[in-house]
């Protein structure tokens, strides 16, 4: 065979500068040094060892950031523009859960201030026929009711005067207002009526009609006329005299004195049991309107 040319000259990794030629057929090629053999014995033989021969291969793929000298989050600074979007999507995560936190403390804080001025309520009965039917549903104003204890607010507010009761922020119940209240012989049950008789009036049921202070009371709404008598008695101060519509199918001032001894007196509802006034029927949705609160007048003489 043909001796070896320069074309026939091989590098292994690590060989440096050193060329060996290729062994020729007049001497047999000695066995090559397996990964196992000693890089020694592989040296006595005339091959040239692997360096990286003895190095296991798992080894070489152990290596990571902190066998560098590099932190965690060297990948970040060394590429910023994956970094900046990692950090602008934890950003958007933070801000839509604080917009998502606002918002349900936003509903608690309304739901509670509605709850504070509207209550709902269901008609149970035939007591304010026709006015109101039986499983009507109604939202009643608690505001318009507000009492305040003047000798509290006198204290951040020295120029109100300090009459040590409680006054209503806007307006006492007025004769002919539908008015929700707790029952005075068991406040555990809301009642629905309207009011007849206010502090200081004088009350009498006689020939199918009411009187107030001596006067028939004028009222405009569609009602039954009464087949029982009652009175005369006097409003006390702080509380009302209140009637059903369907005034010979309601449990109302006129039929509580009846579940009392005589020495008590439970004619009346006290201010303080008033709930509020009925304002909106909502349901059924054919039935939808203002509830009918009446200004009520007796008769002039």
């Not at 590429?79 to 950003?91: D, S």
């Amino acid at each position: 065979m043909a001796a070896a040319t320069d074309t026939d000259r091989w590098r292994r990794p690590g060989d440096g500068d050193a060329e060996v030629r290729a062994p020729s057929a007049e001497a047999p090629a000695p066995a090559a040094a397996t990964a196992g053999q000693p890089r020694a014995a592989a040296d006595q033989a005339g091959v040239q060892a692997d360096p990286y021969g003895d190095v296991p291969a798992a080894l070489e793929l152990s290596y990571g950031n902190t066998d560098l000298g590099l932190s965690e989050r060297a990948f970040e600074r060394t590429f910023p523009y994956e970094g900046a979007e990692g950090r602008r999507r934890r950003a958007k995560a933070r801000r839509f859960g604080r917009e998502l936190v606002e918002t349900l403390i936003l509903a608690v804080l309304i739901f509670f201030a509605v709850k504070a001025v509207v209550q709902n309520f269901r008609v149970e009965g035939s007591s304010m026929l026709p006015s109101l039917t039986n499983n009507e549903y109604l939202l009643v104003n608690k505001a318009i009711y507000y009492r305040v204890d003047t000798h509290e607010l006198h204290k951040f507010l020295p120029f109100i005067p300090d009459t040590g009761a409680k006054k209503f922020l806007f307006r006492a119940p007025q004769r002919g207002d539908v008015i929700v209240f707790k029952f005075p012989l068991d406040p555990s049950r809301d009642f629905i009526k309207r009011v007849i008789g206010v502090p200081g009036d004088t009350v009498q049921v006689k020939d199918a009609k009411v009187f107030i202070n001596g006067s028939p009371l004028v009222e405009p709404y569609e009602l039954s006329a009464p087949n029982y008598t009652y009175g005369p008695k006097t409003v006390p101060p702080g509380e009302y005299f209140v009637l059903g519509d369907n005034r010979n199918n309601s449990y109302d001032s006129h039929a509580w004195q009846a579940a009392c001894s005589p020495q008590q007196t439970c004619d009346f509802v006290p201010e303080a049991n008033i709930i509020g006034q009925a304002w909106v029927t909502y349901w059924p949705f054919s039935e939808f309107g203002f509830v009918n609160n009446t200004s009520l007048k007796p008769q002039a003489p």
